[in-house]
């Protein structure tokens, strides 16, 4: 059996969260400059969210059905830790098989496409800081995969709720320019 080693530089925290612009353009460089290994979406291995694993083991060539297969995963959790529930599988049935399709299906249609871009993971504010020494912001306890940049979309209300002073410049920083893979969306330049 082949030795691993997990090496890593101590990086010593201080401010959290860090400046949201800095940050903010750190993140959608990050998201720009990320290239999948495989052009698709997904990842080498099972991260995690804590102690609860994400699907992330598998390569997919549509987000729709990635983020499909890792809901999936979460609601087979939930009833596995609750028991059945007629109900809520009858919800989870009409979200993963209809709600899912008709939402993002149409990103990747009709001469469209989604550049499947590193993300964090579990980015919020308890997992990033800035470096005491560089000033720089960085990132921490990550669970990665490959995906559509704006996953993160759905965590912006409790982002906006911990961060109401700083929205305004998270938004700002967003806004620097399109990486979604489509050139011809997004501001233009100047």
């Known amino acids: 059996m082949a030795p691993y080693v997990w090496a890593w530089d101590f990086r010593e925290p201080g401010e959290q969260p860090p400046d949201l612009v800095n940050f903010t353009a750190r993140l959608v460089e990050l998201h720009k400059k990320s ?113 559509h940049n704006e996953v993160f979309e759905g965590m912006k209300e409790l982002v906006k709720t911990y961060c109401k002073d700083d929205w305004a410049a998270f938004e700002k920083g967003k806004r620097g320019g399109d990486y979604s893979g489509d050139e011809s969306k997004g501001p233009k330049k100047e």
């Open 35 to 147: 290239i999948s290994p495989t052009g698709k979406f997904g990842f080498h291995t099972t991260t995690c969210h804590g102690a609860i694993t994400q699907f992330t083991n598998t390569w997919e060539i549509s987000w729709a059905e990635l983020y499909k297969k890792q809901l999936g995963h979460m609601f087979a959790m939930d009833v596995e830790k609750h028991g059945p529930w007629p109900e809520f599988e009858q919800l989870v049935d009409i979200t993963l098989n209809k709600v899912i399709p008709r939402l993002l299906e149409p990103l990747q249609s009709d001469g469209r496409s989604i550049k499947p871009c590193l993300l964090h993971g579990d980015c919020w504010d308890e997992n990033t800081a800035t470096d005491m020494e560089s000033g720089e912001p960085f990132v921490f306890d990550a669970g990665s995969f490959y995906g």
